[in-house]
T-cell receptor, first 116, second 113 residues
């Protein structure tokens, strides 16, 4: 099955700086890569995703890049703000049918702290 | 996006008892999933709730311990049976869209004494 590794486990940045979180996956059949933000006591919230037919996607201050050859993808947050402080999870899934399709395998999470 | 609710939001239970968690969506969805999130940990998929047929369980999870029902396209239940303190966790349902995104319910925080 799929295995997703996420680094770092914790990340502290000064407000206004950039933050980068990296994930690798093992299953070459995976073609959908979402990122979730989970604030303390809240549900995971989908913030951005990327599919294997594109290499980069951006939404305001957040962007995700995908390198299919190396099987890794990254989340980039620019101009960080205190409200970006949360745990971020990457995930991977395959949509190609068969057993396990559409199921998300999550990384272990990154706790991001933005220091004012 | 769909509005997802779960009941109860939290519960404290005695060991050996069972708890049924409900997940309700305000629109019909094809895919529903159940996850467990232990304190400070990531999300682990328990099973895919299939409408009209038996749920598909992930390795390490069995139907006798986590029976799941999905009678229609808007509702599912997860039962945590014969509970022990190790079952203390947050249980989340999620729904899948036709574009593969998954959106999560608010979760049920379970404490087993």
């Amino acid at each position: 099955g799929e295995n997703v590794e996420q680094h770092p486990s914790t990340l502290s940045v000064q407000e206004g700086d950039s933050a980068v979180i990296k994930c690798t996956y093992s299953d070459s059949a995976s073609n959908y890569f979402p990122w979730y933000k989970q604030e303390l006591g809240k549900r995971p919230q989908l913030i951005i995703d990327i599919r294997s037919n594109v290499g980069e996607k951006k939404d305001q201050r957040i962007a995700v890049t995908l390198n299919k050859t190396a099987k890794h993808f990254s989340l980039h947050i620019t101009e960080t703000q205190p409200e970006d402080s949360a745990v971020y999870f990457c995930a991977a899934s395959s949509t190609q049918g068969g057993a396990g399709s559409y199921q998300l395998t999550f990384g272990k999470g990154t706790k991001l702290s933005v220091i004012p | 996006s769909a509005v997802i609710s779960q009941k109860p939001s939290r519960d404290i239970c005695q060991r050996g008892t069972s708890l049924t968690i409900q997940c309700q969506v305000d629109s019909q969805v094809t895919m529903m999933f159940w996850y467990r999130q232990q304190p400070g940990q990531s999300l682990t998929l328990i099973a895919t709730a299939n409408q009209g047929s038996e749920a598909t369980y992930e390795s390490g999870f069995v139907i006798d311990k986590f029976p799941i029902s999905r009678p229609n396209l808007t509702f599912s239940t997860l039962t945590v049976s014969n509970m022990s303190p190790e079952d203390s966790s947050i249980y989340l349902c999620s729904v899948g869209t036709g574009y593969n995104e998954q959106f999560f319910g608010p979760g049920t925080r379970l404490t087993v004494l």
